[in-house]
């Protein structure tokens, strides 16, 4: 199958939307030139053995790894990886109702936002259509972090806990784009985000959240992910 690359630099086997960041596919894009692996940078204080993940040995630039969504703080880092299986896919989180004072998250698709998105993006994202039909799906908040993202096609990385796949797909959802970190006694979340493609906003701001950064977010917030998904964070 070939290849292209966006203009992101990221590869993609599909040719309509970037399979990594969801951006739409320039015409004429070509495919990548193989070239030397990249050699990693030497830390602060001048070691050569940086952190790296202990799943695929990708050099730490943040919390969790770029590659695989590994995360240094709940579960570390070791400076010199050896080959190890991907880890177990976390349990399936379902729409069952919530008992009362649960926290949870509302996935929606939000038109306002979309329209925003459009209005700041340009007629590049105008590619992404407003989906017909987006049922909204309700999910019990538990666990040290929920996951944000989209599965990935092929690979060995578990799939996020909110997986945005679709249908309908948002392509503008990166395959680990924000997390949500429980605050302590149960005092709430907190929303990060790893380092996502196109961002991540809350309550219809017009500037990202920083990356690697936990915000803490109050009942009823709305946190925005790709192109038209929103995500209310409230409790019962």
């Given at each position: ?31 990548p ?29 943040g919390?969790?790894?770029e ?26 989180v ?10 949870l998250?509302?996935v929606?698709?939000?038109r ?23 049922p ?20 060995s ?13 948002d ?16 005092d ?9 493609t ?9 500037d ?15 946190v ?13």
């Amino acid at each position: 199958m070939s290849a292209v690359v966006c203009r992101h630099g990221h590869t993609s086997t599909t040719t309509d939307f970037c399979d990594e960041c969801g951006v739409p596919i320039e015409a004429g894009a070509a495919a990548p030139v193989p070239g030397p692996d990249p050699v990693p940078a030497p830390t602060a204080d001048g070691n050569d053995a940086a952190e790296v993940c202990p799943l695929c040995g990708t050099p730490r630039t943040g919390r969790f790894c770029e590659e695989d969504g590994h995360d240094f703080v709940l579960q570390g880092g070791t400076a010199a990886p050896t080959p190890a299986p991907a880890p177990a896919a976390p349990p399936a989180v379902t729409n069952a109702p919530a008992a009362e004072g649960t926290w949870l998250v509302t996935v929606e698709a939000d038109r306002r936002y979309y329209e925003s998105v459009v209005a700041r993006e340009g007629p590049d994202i105008a590619a992404v259509t407003f989906p017909n039909y987006y049922p909204a799906a309700e999910i019990p908040l538990v666990g040290a972090e929920v996951r944000i993202g989209r599965r990935r096609v092929n690979g060995s990385t578990p799939p996020p806990q909110i997986d945005l796949a679709g249908p309908p797909l948002d392509p503008g959802v990166s395959h680990l784009h924000a997390v949500l970190l429980p605050r302590p006694d149960d005092d709430g979340w907190s929303v990060l985000d790893p380092g996502s493609t196109n961002g991540t906003t809350i309550n219809y701001a017009d500037d990202p959240i920083a990356l690697d950064t936990v915000v803490p977010l109050r009942p009823g917030d709305r946190v925005h992910v790709g192109a038209f998904t929103t995500l209310v964070v409230d409790r019962r």
